[in-house]
């Protein structure tokens, strides 16, 4: 959907453990880009979502 989010990390985890979610798109599961699709990417994902809700949480703390 353009917007990395828990799901997707729940699509990649899955994938991971054997199984093919529904619109799994190997092609961008390579988040760290390391040309391998691992546990690493797992985490970098994580770090992708949090910090986009730290920076979303900043901004709205900058408009009050």
């Known amino acids: ?3 990395a989010d828990a799901a997707d990390v729940t ?3 899955a ?3 054997g199984l093919t979610p529904e619109g799994f798109v ?7 880009q390391d ?5 690493a990417d797992v985490a970098a994902l994580i770090a992708i979502i949090m ?4 920076n979303e ?5 900058e408009n009050e």
């Open 35 to 39: 040309g391998t699709v691992d546990i």
């Open 15 to 17: 994938q991971l453990a």
């Open 1 to 3: 959907n353009g917007t």
């Open 57 to 61: 949480n900043n901004n709205d703390n």
């Open 26 to 32: 190997g092609d961008v599961a390579d988040v760290n």
């Open 11 to 13: 699509a990649l985890a």
């Open 51 to 54: 910090n986009a809700n730290d």
